[in-house]
Protein backbone atom coordinates (compact mmCIF):
# COMPACT_ATOMS: atom_id res chain seq x y z
CA UNK A 1 0.00 0.00 0.00
CA UNK A 2 1.07 3.66 -1.04
CA UNK A 3 -0.18 6.56 -0.90
CA UNK A 4 0.07 9.42 -4.49
CA UNK A 5 -1.32 12.36 -5.55
CA UNK A 6 -0.60 16.01 -5.15
CA UNK A 7 -0.83 16.18 -1.62
CA UNK A 8 1.50 12.96 -1.10
CA UNK A 9 4.23 14.87 -3.26
CA UNK A 10 3.86 17.81 -1.63
CA UNK A 11 4.05 15.98 1.86
CA UNK A 12 7.16 14.35 0.61
CA UNK A 13 9.21 17.69 -0.88
CA UNK A 14 8.02 19.43 2.43
CA UNK A 15 9.84 16.17 4.43
CA UNK A 16 12.97 17.02 1.98
CA UNK A 17 13.90 19.77 4.15
CA UNK A 18 13.15 18.41 7.47
CA UNK A 19 16.74 19.11 9.32
CA UNK A 20 17.87 20.13 5.93
CA UNK A 21 18.64 23.82 7.31
CA UNK A 22 20.75 22.30 10.00
CA UNK A 23 22.69 19.99 7.47
CA UNK A 24 23.29 22.96 4.68
CA UNK A 25 23.98 25.16 7.71
CA UNK A 26 27.03 22.78 9.67
CA UNK A 27 28.03 21.79 5.44
CA UNK A 28 28.36 25.18 4.52
CA UNK A 29 30.54 26.49 7.50
CA UNK A 30 32.71 23.18 7.07
CA UNK A 31 33.30 24.19 3.99
CA UNK A 32 34.18 28.15 4.96
CA UNK A 33 36.29 27.05 7.78
CA UNK A 34 38.20 24.46 6.04
CA UNK A 35 38.63 26.92 3.20
CA UNK A 36 39.69 30.31 5.53
CA UNK A 37 41.71 27.66 7.12
CA UNK A 38 43.73 26.77 3.22
CA UNK A 39 43.79 30.41 2.65
CA UNK A 40 45.41 32.20 6.14
CA UNK A 41 47.62 28.59 6.86
CA UNK A 42 46.53 29.99 10.38
CA UNK A 43 45.25 27.79 13.37
CA UNK A 44 43.52 31.32 14.41
CA UNK A 45 42.66 33.75 11.94
CA UNK A 46 40.07 31.86 10.03
CA UNK A 47 38.14 31.69 13.15
CA UNK A 48 37.66 35.47 13.55
CA UNK A 49 35.69 35.65 10.07
CA UNK A 50 34.12 32.29 10.67
CA UNK A 51 32.44 33.59 13.54
CA UNK A 52 31.52 37.05 12.18
CA UNK A 53 29.88 35.67 9.18
CA UNK A 54 28.04 33.23 10.96
CA UNK A 55 26.31 35.09 13.64
CA UNK A 56 25.72 37.53 10.43
CA UNK A 57 24.41 34.18 9.21
CA UNK A 58 21.81 33.38 12.04
CA UNK A 59 20.92 37.30 12.13
CA UNK A 60 19.86 37.61 8.33
CA UNK A 61 17.69 34.42 8.53
CA UNK A 62 15.91 35.82 11.62
CA UNK A 63 15.30 39.85 9.92
CA UNK A 64 14.36 38.23 6.82
CA UNK A 65 11.77 36.02 7.90
CA UNK A 66 10.64 39.13 10.37
CA UNK A 67 10.37 41.51 6.83
CA UNK A 68 8.81 38.52 4.79
CA UNK A 69 5.89 38.21 7.65
CA UNK A 70 5.49 41.84 7.92
CA UNK A 71 5.50 42.57 4.30
CA UNK A 72 3.18 39.96 3.62
CA UNK A 73 5.55 38.00 0.97
CA UNK A 74 5.64 34.39 0.88
CA UNK A 75 8.33 32.62 0.85
CA UNK A 76 8.89 28.68 0.45
CA UNK A 77 11.71 26.16 2.50
CA UNK A 78 13.96 26.64 0.19
CA UNK A 79 14.37 30.32 0.95
CA UNK A 80 16.38 30.24 4.07
CA UNK A 81 18.95 27.28 2.67
CA UNK A 82 19.73 29.64 0.05
CA UNK A 83 19.70 32.91 1.84
CA UNK A 84 22.19 31.04 4.74
CA UNK A 85 24.31 29.90 1.63
CA UNK A 86 24.60 33.37 0.26
CA UNK A 87 25.53 35.04 3.51
CA UNK A 88 28.10 33.23 4.09
CA UNK A 89 29.36 33.77 0.54
CA UNK A 90 29.29 37.05 0.32
CA UNK A 91 29.80 38.11 3.59
CA UNK A 92 33.26 36.08 3.48
CA UNK A 93 33.87 37.56 0.32
CA UNK A 94 33.76 40.83 1.86
CA UNK A 95 35.95 39.78 4.98
CA UNK A 96 38.76 38.29 2.13
CA UNK A 97 38.89 41.69 0.99
CA UNK A 98 39.19 43.36 4.27
CA UNK A 99 41.35 41.03 5.66
CA UNK A 100 43.81 41.33 2.44
CA UNK A 101 44.37 44.80 2.66
CA UNK A 102 44.54 44.86 6.32
CA UNK A 103 47.64 42.95 6.01
CA UNK A 104 49.17 45.05 3.79
CA UNK A 105 48.65 48.12 5.51
CA UNK A 106 50.30 46.62 8.71
CA UNK A 107 53.39 46.24 6.74
CA UNK A 108 53.39 50.16 6.20
CA UNK A 109 51.95 51.27 9.64
CA UNK A 110 53.41 49.92 12.96
CA UNK A 111 50.14 50.78 14.81
CA UNK A 112 46.89 48.15 13.91
CA UNK A 113 44.32 50.70 14.68
CA UNK A 114 45.32 53.07 11.96
CA UNK A 115 46.73 50.52 9.65
CA UNK A 116 42.84 49.18 10.34
CA UNK A 117 41.18 52.39 9.69
CA UNK A 118 43.27 53.09 5.92
CA UNK A 119 42.08 49.14 5.08
CA UNK A 120 38.68 50.22 5.83
CA UNK A 121 38.72 53.63 3.87
CA UNK A 122 40.00 51.95 0.94
CA UNK A 123 37.74 48.58 0.96
CA UNK A 124 34.45 50.16 2.29
CA UNK A 125 33.91 52.11 -1.33
CA UNK A 126 34.11 48.44 -2.88
CA UNK A 127 31.76 46.83 -0.51
CA UNK A 128 29.35 49.28 0.27
CA UNK A 129 29.06 49.50 -3.97
CA UNK A 130 29.39 45.88 -4.52
CA UNK A 131 26.41 45.21 -1.56
CA UNK A 132 24.23 47.96 -3.54
CA UNK A 133 24.82 46.57 -6.68
CA UNK A 134 23.58 43.12 -5.72
CA UNK A 135 20.68 44.44 -3.37
CA UNK A 136 19.62 46.32 -6.36
CA UNK A 137 19.90 43.39 -8.49
CA UNK A 138 18.08 40.69 -6.08
CA UNK A 139 15.34 43.12 -5.43
CA UNK A 140 14.26 42.42 -8.71
CA UNK A 141 12.81 39.42 -8.23
CA UNK A 142 9.98 41.46 -6.71
CA UNK A 143 8.65 41.57 -10.20
CA UNK A 144 8.52 37.89 -10.45
CA UNK A 145 5.06 36.58 -10.81
CA UNK A 146 5.81 33.71 -8.72
CA UNK A 147 5.00 34.41 -5.09
CA UNK A 148 8.21 31.81 -4.14
CA UNK A 149 10.80 33.83 -6.21
CA UNK A 150 9.85 37.35 -4.89
CA UNK A 151 10.01 35.71 -1.21
CA UNK A 152 13.64 35.34 -2.39
CA UNK A 153 14.33 38.11 -3.22
CA UNK A 154 13.64 40.00 -0.51
CA UNK A 155 15.28 37.51 2.11
CA UNK A 156 18.21 38.24 -0.13
CA UNK A 157 18.53 41.44 -0.04
CA UNK A 158 17.94 41.55 3.68
CA UNK A 159 21.16 38.85 3.95
CA UNK A 160 23.02 40.46 2.11
CA UNK A 161 22.64 44.07 3.82
CA UNK A 162 23.31 42.04 7.18
CA UNK A 163 26.72 40.51 5.26
CA UNK A 164 27.76 43.80 4.66
CA UNK A 165 27.24 45.71 7.79
CA UNK A 166 29.10 42.58 9.65
CA UNK A 167 31.72 42.98 7.44
CA UNK A 168 32.19 47.09 7.50
CA UNK A 169 31.57 47.08 11.55
CA UNK A 170 31.63 43.95 13.46
CA UNK A 171 34.89 42.58 11.63
CA UNK A 172 36.92 45.23 11.67
CA UNK A 173 36.76 45.90 15.94
CA UNK A 174 37.07 42.24 16.48
CA UNK A 175 40.21 42.07 14.01
CA UNK A 176 41.77 44.86 16.17
CA UNK A 177 41.31 43.30 19.23
CA UNK A 178 43.43 40.89 19.25
CA UNK A 179 47.47 42.19 18.03
CA UNK A 180 49.09 41.12 14.88
CA UNK A 181 49.75 37.61 16.20
CA UNK A 182 46.34 36.79 15.39
CA UNK A 183 48.52 36.00 11.66
CA UNK A 184 50.86 33.50 12.67
CA UNK A 185 52.65 31.89 11.98
CA UNK A 186 53.04 34.27 9.04
CA UNK A 187 53.19 37.76 10.91
CA UNK A 188 53.24 41.07 9.00
CA UNK A 189 55.89 43.29 10.09
CA UNK A 190 56.34 46.92 9.72
CA UNK A 191 59.25 47.14 6.44
CA UNK A 192 58.01 43.85 4.61
CA UNK A 193 56.94 44.59 1.12
CA UNK A 194 52.76 44.90 0.59
CA UNK A 195 51.90 42.29 -1.96
CA UNK A 196 51.05 44.95 -4.83
CA UNK A 197 55.23 45.57 -4.47
CA UNK A 198 56.10 41.52 -4.92
CA UNK A 199 55.94 39.53 -8.09
CA UNK A 200 53.15 37.59 -6.62
CA UNK A 201 51.66 34.62 -8.76
CA UNK A 202 48.99 36.73 -10.66
CA UNK A 203 51.03 39.46 -10.98
CA UNK A 204 53.53 36.86 -12.87
CA UNK A 205 50.49 35.66 -14.93
CA UNK A 206 49.78 39.45 -15.49
CA UNK A 207 53.22 39.64 -17.15
CA UNK A 208 52.52 36.92 -19.54
CA UNK A 209 49.20 38.45 -20.74
CA UNK A 210 50.79 41.60 -21.40
CA UNK A 211 53.03 39.95 -23.58
CA UNK A 212 50.15 38.94 -26.04
CA UNK A 213 46.88 40.14 -24.54
CA UNK A 214 45.42 39.73 -28.27
CA UNK A 215 45.97 36.32 -28.33
CA UNK A 216 44.80 35.50 -24.36
CA UNK A 217 41.06 37.76 -25.20
CA UNK A 218 40.85 35.55 -28.41
CA UNK A 219 41.63 31.79 -27.04
CA UNK A 220 39.37 33.06 -24.20
CA UNK A 221 36.21 33.93 -26.11
CA UNK A 222 36.69 30.86 -27.95
CA UNK A 223 36.59 29.06 -25.47
CA UNK A 224 33.70 30.25 -23.75
CA UNK A 225 31.94 30.19 -27.26
CA UNK A 226 32.39 26.27 -27.19
CA UNK A 227 31.06 26.25 -23.24
CA UNK A 228 28.40 27.75 -24.34
CA UNK A 229 27.29 25.35 -27.04
CA UNK A 230 24.94 23.75 -25.49
CA UNK A 231 22.74 26.04 -24.81
CA UNK A 232 20.77 25.26 -28.14
CA UNK A 233 20.21 21.85 -26.49
CA UNK A 234 18.83 23.09 -23.24
CA UNK A 235 15.06 21.71 -22.38
CA UNK A 236 13.64 23.49 -19.78
CA UNK A 237 10.89 21.90 -17.27
CA UNK A 238 11.02 19.08 -14.85
CA UNK A 239 8.17 16.66 -14.18
CA UNK A 240 7.07 15.78 -10.52
CA UNK A 241 8.77 12.71 -10.80
CA UNK A 242 12.12 14.46 -11.69
CA UNK A 243 12.11 17.29 -9.06
CA UNK A 244 13.78 14.65 -6.67
CA UNK A 245 17.48 13.33 -6.92
CA UNK A 246 15.75 9.72 -5.05
CA UNK A 247 11.85 9.08 -5.59
CA UNK A 248 10.03 9.39 -2.69
CA UNK A 249 6.75 6.96 -2.14
CA UNK A 250 4.28 9.63 -3.99
CA UNK A 251 6.41 8.87 -6.96
CA UNK A 252 7.24 5.19 -6.78
CA UNK A 253 3.08 5.00 -6.48
CA UNK A 254 2.52 7.30 -9.14
CA UNK A 255 4.46 5.12 -11.55
CA UNK A 256 3.10 1.89 -10.68
CA UNK A 257 -0.89 3.36 -11.17
CA UNK A 258 0.62 4.96 -14.83
CA UNK A 259 1.54 1.16 -15.79
CA UNK A 260 -2.41 -0.17 -15.24
CA UNK A 261 -4.56 3.19 -15.69
CA UNK A 262 -4.25 6.51 -17.26
CA UNK A 263 -0.95 8.27 -16.48
CA UNK A 264 -2.78 10.97 -15.29
CA UNK A 265 -4.90 9.11 -13.21
CA UNK A 266 -3.57 10.24 -9.95
CA UNK A 267 -3.47 13.65 -10.85
CA UNK A 268 -6.45 14.83 -13.16
CA UNK A 269 -7.48 17.90 -14.48
CA UNK A 270 -9.78 20.25 -12.43
CA UNK A 271 -11.97 22.24 -14.52
CA UNK A 272 -14.50 25.06 -12.58
CA UNK A 273 -17.06 26.24 -14.57
CA UNK A 274 -19.98 28.55 -13.80
CA UNK A 275 -21.74 26.61 -17.04
CA UNK A 276 -23.06 23.10 -18.17
CA UNK A 277 -20.89 20.27 -16.75
CA UNK A 278 -22.15 18.33 -19.14
CA UNK A 279 -20.94 20.96 -22.26
CA UNK A 280 -17.54 20.72 -20.68
CA UNK A 281 -17.60 16.79 -20.69
CA UNK A 282 -18.47 16.64 -24.04
CA UNK A 283 -16.14 19.53 -25.37
CA UNK A 284 -13.32 17.49 -23.96
CA UNK A 285 -14.05 14.00 -24.22
CA UNK A 286 -13.37 14.83 -28.78
CA UNK A 287 -9.71 15.73 -27.56
CA UNK A 288 -7.18 12.56 -28.25
CA UNK A 289 -5.27 13.52 -25.18
CA UNK A 290 -8.33 13.19 -22.56
CA UNK A 291 -8.74 9.55 -21.75
CA UNK A 292 -11.81 10.80 -19.49
CA UNK A 293 -14.06 13.24 -18.00
CA UNK A 294 -16.66 12.98 -15.07
CA UNK A 295 -18.98 14.89 -13.53
CA UNK A 296 -18.15 16.03 -9.95
CA UNK A 297 -20.13 18.55 -7.01
CA UNK A 298 -21.74 21.39 -7.68
CA UNK A 299 -21.10 24.23 -4.93
CA UNK A 300 -23.44 27.10 -5.30
CA UNK A 301 -22.73 28.65 -8.86
CA UNK A 302 -19.41 26.61 -9.49
CA UNK A 303 -19.29 23.03 -10.61
CA UNK A 304 -16.63 20.76 -11.51
CA UNK A 305 -15.29 18.22 -13.78
CA UNK A 306 -12.43 16.06 -13.83
CA UNK A 307 -10.38 15.34 -16.37
CA UNK A 308 -7.96 12.60 -16.46
CA UNK A 309 -5.20 12.71 -19.43
CA UNK A 310 -3.63 10.22 -21.10
CA UNK A 311 0.25 12.08 -21.53
CA UNK A 312 2.70 11.07 -18.85
CA UNK A 313 2.91 14.23 -16.07
CA UNK A 314 5.28 16.61 -16.79
CA UNK A 315 5.52 15.70 -20.46
CA UNK A 316 5.51 18.42 -23.48
CA UNK A 317 2.15 16.57 -24.37
CA UNK A 318 0.92 16.96 -21.16
CA UNK A 319 1.41 20.60 -21.40
CA UNK A 320 -0.06 20.47 -25.05
CA UNK A 321 -3.31 18.58 -22.99
CA UNK A 322 -4.03 21.45 -20.78
CA UNK A 323 -3.65 24.10 -23.33
CA UNK A 324 -6.14 22.02 -25.64
CA UNK A 325 -8.43 21.73 -22.59
CA UNK A 326 -8.30 24.88 -22.08
CA UNK A 327 -9.08 25.86 -25.40
CA UNK A 328 -12.20 23.43 -25.54
CA UNK A 329 -14.25 25.00 -22.65
CA UNK A 330 -13.32 28.16 -22.98
CA UNK A 331 -16.77 28.06 -25.37
CA UNK A 332 -18.83 26.53 -22.85
CA UNK A 333 -19.16 29.42 -20.27
CA UNK A 334 -18.04 32.77 -19.86
CA UNK A 335 -16.48 31.45 -16.68
CA UNK A 336 -13.98 28.11 -17.34
CA UNK A 337 -11.02 27.81 -14.84
CA UNK A 338 -8.59 25.08 -15.80
CA UNK A 339 -6.69 23.68 -12.68
CA UNK A 340 -4.61 20.79 -11.46
CA UNK A 341 -0.47 20.15 -10.99
CA UNK A 342 -0.24 20.11 -14.79
CA UNK A 343 -1.93 23.32 -14.82
CA UNK A 344 -0.14 24.77 -12.49
CA UNK A 345 3.35 23.63 -14.17
CA UNK A 346 2.60 25.15 -17.64
CA UNK A 347 1.52 28.25 -15.66
CA UNK A 348 4.65 28.40 -13.54
CA UNK A 349 6.93 27.83 -16.84
CA UNK A 350 5.25 30.56 -18.69
CA UNK A 351 6.00 32.68 -15.45
CA UNK A 352 9.42 31.86 -15.32
CA UNK A 353 9.67 32.84 -19.13
CA UNK A 354 8.04 35.99 -18.68
CA UNK A 355 10.48 36.54 -15.76
CA UNK A 356 13.35 35.76 -17.61
CA UNK A 357 12.72 38.22 -20.49
CA UNK A 358 11.78 41.39 -17.59
CA UNK A 359 14.35 40.54 -14.94
CA UNK A 360 17.60 39.21 -16.37
CA UNK A 361 17.70 42.24 -18.60
CA UNK A 362 16.99 44.55 -16.28
CA UNK A 363 19.52 43.06 -13.38
CA UNK A 364 22.28 43.83 -16.27
CA UNK A 365 21.27 47.40 -17.20
CA UNK A 366 21.49 47.64 -12.79
CA UNK A 367 24.96 46.31 -12.57
CA UNK A 368 25.74 48.67 -15.65
CA UNK A 369 24.51 51.76 -14.16
CA UNK A 370 26.29 50.79 -10.79
CA UNK A 371 29.72 50.55 -12.66
CA UNK A 372 29.21 53.59 -14.40
CA UNK A 373 28.42 55.41 -11.13
CA UNK A 374 31.88 54.12 -9.49
CA UNK A 375 33.97 54.26 -12.26
CA UNK A 376 32.80 57.40 -14.21
CA UNK A 377 33.38 55.74 -17.10
CA UNK A 378 31.05 54.58 -20.20
CA UNK A 379 33.64 51.94 -21.51
CA UNK A 380 34.92 49.77 -18.80
CA UNK A 381 31.30 48.94 -17.67
CA UNK A 382 30.11 47.63 -21.10
CA UNK A 383 33.45 45.38 -21.58
CA UNK A 384 32.87 44.26 -17.03
CA UNK A 385 29.23 43.74 -17.73
CA UNK A 386 29.73 41.32 -21.28
CA UNK A 387 32.37 39.65 -19.75
CA UNK A 388 30.26 38.87 -16.61
CA UNK A 389 27.21 37.72 -19.15
CA UNK A 390 29.87 35.66 -21.32
CA UNK A 391 30.38 34.11 -18.08
CA UNK A 392 27.23 32.74 -17.37
CA UNK A 393 26.11 31.91 -21.30
CA UNK A 394 29.37 29.59 -21.00
CA UNK A 395 28.48 28.18 -17.01
CA UNK A 396 24.79 27.51 -18.59
CA UNK A 397 25.89 25.76 -21.78
CA UNK A 398 28.30 23.86 -19.94
CA UNK A 399 26.42 22.99 -17.05
CA UNK A 400 23.59 21.46 -19.15
CA UNK A 401 26.07 18.77 -20.45
CA UNK A 402 27.08 18.12 -17.04
CA UNK A 403 23.36 17.88 -15.95
CA UNK A 404 22.59 15.65 -19.08
CA UNK A 405 25.43 13.37 -19.50
CA UNK A 406 26.86 12.64 -15.24
CA UNK A 407 23.44 13.64 -13.59
CA UNK A 408 21.11 12.23 -15.97
CA UNK A 409 18.68 14.98 -15.47
CA UNK A 410 15.79 14.77 -18.32
CA UNK A 411 15.65 19.05 -18.18
CA UNK A 412 16.23 21.82 -16.57
CA UNK A 413 13.97 23.89 -13.66
CA UNK A 414 12.21 26.48 -15.17
CA UNK A 415 13.80 28.99 -12.29
CA UNK A 416 17.16 27.67 -11.99
CA UNK A 417 18.63 30.00 -15.33
CA UNK A 418 16.39 33.38 -13.75
CA UNK A 419 18.13 31.97 -10.22
CA UNK A 420 21.90 31.40 -11.69
CA UNK A 421 21.81 34.48 -14.13
CA UNK A 422 21.45 36.69 -10.68
CA UNK A 423 23.37 35.70 -8.21
CA UNK A 424 26.25 35.38 -11.00
CA UNK A 425 25.81 38.73 -12.40
CA UNK A 426 25.01 40.16 -9.26
CA UNK A 427 27.79 38.41 -7.35
CA UNK A 428 30.40 38.31 -10.21
CA UNK A 429 29.94 42.52 -10.20
CA UNK A 430 31.96 41.86 -6.61
CA UNK A 431 35.02 40.64 -8.75
CA UNK A 432 34.85 43.48 -11.17
CA UNK A 433 34.57 45.98 -8.41
CA UNK A 434 37.96 44.56 -6.42
CA UNK A 435 40.00 44.64 -9.51
CA UNK A 436 38.71 47.79 -11.11
CA UNK A 437 39.06 50.06 -7.74
CA UNK A 438 42.35 48.45 -7.01
CA UNK A 439 43.30 49.39 -10.87
CA UNK A 440 41.97 52.78 -10.81
CA UNK A 441 43.83 53.54 -7.59
CA UNK A 442 47.11 52.18 -8.88
CA UNK A 443 46.87 53.82 -11.71
CA UNK A 444 46.77 57.40 -10.53
CA UNK A 445 50.38 56.89 -9.53
CA UNK A 446 51.45 54.18 -12.20
CA UNK A 447 49.31 54.50 -15.33
CA UNK A 448 46.59 52.61 -17.00
CA UNK A 449 49.01 49.45 -18.09
CA UNK A 450 51.36 49.54 -15.07
CA UNK A 451 48.24 50.12 -12.92
CA UNK A 452 46.26 47.23 -13.99
CA UNK A 453 48.98 44.86 -13.64
CA UNK A 454 49.70 45.93 -10.17
CA UNK A 455 46.09 45.49 -9.26
CA UNK A 456 45.85 42.03 -10.53
CA UNK A 457 49.00 41.42 -8.74
CA UNK A 458 47.55 42.87 -5.27
CA UNK A 459 43.64 41.43 -5.69
CA UNK A 460 44.53 37.90 -7.64
CA UNK A 461 44.86 36.12 -4.97
CA UNK A 462 41.75 37.44 -2.83
CA UNK A 463 39.74 37.30 -5.92
CA UNK A 464 40.84 33.55 -6.35
CA UNK A 465 40.29 32.65 -2.63
CA UNK A 466 36.94 34.34 -2.64
CA UNK A 467 36.01 33.02 -5.89
CA UNK A 468 36.73 29.12 -5.11
CA UNK A 469 35.08 29.61 -1.40
CA UNK A 470 32.07 31.22 -2.91
CA UNK A 471 31.65 28.13 -5.53
CA UNK A 472 32.39 25.59 -2.83
CA UNK A 473 29.28 27.42 -0.99
CA UNK A 474 26.94 27.51 -3.69
CA UNK A 475 27.95 23.67 -4.16
CA UNK A 476 26.65 22.69 -0.66
CA UNK A 477 23.31 23.08 -2.26
CA UNK A 478 23.71 19.66 -3.91
CA UNK A 479 23.22 18.26 0.14
CA UNK A 480 19.55 18.55 -0.17
CA UNK A 481 18.13 15.66 -2.44
CA UNK A 482 16.57 18.43 -4.73
CA UNK A 483 17.33 18.97 -8.37
CA UNK A 484 16.44 22.27 -8.80
CA UNK A 485 18.86 23.27 -5.96
CA UNK A 486 21.41 20.76 -7.58
CA UNK A 487 21.07 22.55 -10.49
CA UNK A 488 20.98 26.34 -8.99
CA UNK A 489 24.24 25.05 -7.54
CA UNK A 490 26.33 23.55 -10.23
CA UNK A 491 25.68 26.85 -12.63
CA UNK A 492 26.59 29.29 -9.90
CA UNK A 493 29.55 27.04 -8.93
CA UNK A 494 30.80 26.37 -12.49
CA UNK A 495 30.46 30.32 -13.14
CA UNK A 496 32.10 31.55 -10.23
CA UNK A 497 35.25 29.29 -10.92
CA UNK A 498 35.32 30.46 -14.64
CA UNK A 499 34.85 34.13 -13.52
CA UNK A 500 37.53 34.15 -11.20
CA UNK A 501 40.28 31.65 -12.90
CA UNK A 502 39.66 33.09 -16.54
CA UNK A 503 37.67 35.83 -16.92
CA UNK A 504 38.85 37.97 -14.10
CA UNK A 505 42.45 37.46 -13.90
CA UNK A 506 42.74 36.98 -17.39
CA UNK A 507 40.40 38.36 -19.73
CA UNK A 508 39.44 41.79 -18.08
CA UNK A 509 43.26 42.82 -17.61
CA UNK A 510 43.81 41.62 -21.60
CA UNK A 511 41.21 43.88 -22.93
CA UNK A 512 42.41 46.40 -20.38
CA UNK A 513 46.09 46.40 -21.43
CA UNK A 514 44.87 46.50 -25.32
CA UNK A 515 42.77 49.00 -24.64
CA UNK A 516 44.50 51.37 -22.47
CA UNK A 517 43.64 55.09 -21.24
CA UNK A 518 40.11 53.96 -23.65
CA UNK A 519 39.30 51.46 -21.12
CA UNK A 520 38.21 53.87 -18.64
CA UNK A 521 37.12 56.82 -21.33
CA UNK A 522 36.00 59.36 -20.62
CA UNK A 523 37.53 59.61 -17.40
CA UNK A 524 41.76 59.81 -17.30
CA UNK A 525 43.41 57.98 -14.43
CA UNK A 526 46.79 58.21 -15.28
CA UNK A 527 49.22 60.12 -13.63
Request: proline residues 4%; charged residues 15%.
Amino acid sequence: MQVTGPAAIQADLGAVFEGANTRLLLATAGVVAFLLLVTYRSPFLWLIPLTVVGIADQLAGVLATRVLQATGVAWDESTVGILSVLVFGAGTDYALLLISRYRDELRREEDRYAAMRTALRHTAEAVLLSATTVVLGVLTLLLSMLPGTRGLGLASAVGIVVAAGYALFVLPAVLVLFGRWVFWPVVPKVGQAALVETKSFWRRVGDVVAKRPSAFVAGTLVMLALMAAGLGQIKMGLSATDQFLSKPEALVASERLAKSFPAGSSDPLLVITAGDQNAVVTAVKTLPSVANATVGERAGEYGKVAVILKPTPGSDEAKQAVRDVRAAVSGTSSVAYVGGSEARALDIADASARDRAIIMPLIALLVLAALALLLRSVVAPIILVLTVVATYLAALGASWWIFTKIFGFSGLDTGAPLIGFLFLVALGVDYNIFLVTRAREEAATHGPREGMLRALGATGGVITSAGILLAAVFAVLGVLPLVVLAQIGVIICLGVLLDTLVVRTVLVPAIALILGDRFWWPRKVGP
